[in-house]
């Protein structure tokens, strides 16, 4: 489990497929690893993933066909920059809200407003996921915790706004237009949307 508070930003090293197997290398910032053991779990843009391999401050990942094709992995690059966080221990302080790291879609930046110090960023999910997405309600971009402020759901859109401090901390500051993003709906709001849907559907089904 996660908070959706980014804690570092990891180089990624190398991508190198083996048979069905791709096969993540990341370097992270000193003394993020210590501690670390062979089979924990990070999130790494979202994505809850196992450590395969230690090596000195970096870490290997294995991401299979499955992992690649519900994320936006399929699109990283050797040198790029991704969220990442270790996961939540017992007595942690929540400053964001609790993350499975289970990647539900991907979405693609389609606008960014740019203000001396903030910006407004507009994000596009398929039809089938904005009904899960609500103003002023939590969704996780790329691992961080962030509060809807508009949603769109004729066009699958919704907006965030980004602090200085989110700008600093995660790689968004570095995105652009078209970049694609890993999405984790809130799981509570799925639920209610989910139950209300079928308690709708075997209402009508009755009549």
């Known amino acids: 489990m996660f908070t959706g508070i ?10 190198k497929t083996t048979a069905d197997i791709v096969v993540l290398r990341l370097a992270f910032p000193k003394g993020f690893v210590a501690g670390i053991l062979q089979g924990a779990s990070v999130s790494v843009h979202g994505c809850c993933l196992t450590v395969t391999g230690i090596f000195d401050d970096e870490l290997t990942f294995d991401l299979v066909p499955e992992t690649m094709s519900r994320t936006a992995f399929k699109n990283l690059q ?3 920059l991704v969220n990442v966080e270790r996961s939540l ?6 400053g964001g809200h609790i993350l499975s790291g289970h990647v539900d879609t991907v979405a693609a930046i389609t606008d960014i407003q740019r203000f001396e110090h903030s910006r407004v960023v507009t994000f596009e999910v398929p039809v089938a996921s904005i009904k899960y997405i609500f103003e002023k309600g939590y969704i996780a971009i ?6 809807v402020t508009h949603v769109h759901r ?12 989110t700008l600093a901390k995660t ?12 999405i984790e709906i809130d799981r509570t709001i799925q639920a ?7 308690v ?3 209402r009508e089904g009755s009549h």
Request: net charge negative; proline share 2%; charged share 20%.
């Open 171 to 182: 790689t968004f500051g570095d995105s652009g237009v078209g970049d694609l993003v890993n």
């Open 6 to 15: 980014v804690q570092e930003k990891a180089h990624v090293v190398s991508i």
């Open 192 to 198: 209610i949307v989910e139950t209300v849907e079928m």
């Open 154 to 165: 004729n066009t699958g859109s919704f907006k965030v706004s980004l602090i200085p401090e």
């Open 89 to 94: 221990k017992f007595g942690d302080e929540v």
């Open 78 to 80: 050797e040198g790029a």
């Open 142 to 147: 790329n691992g961080a915790s962030l509060t």
């Open 200 to 202: 709708l559907a075997q």
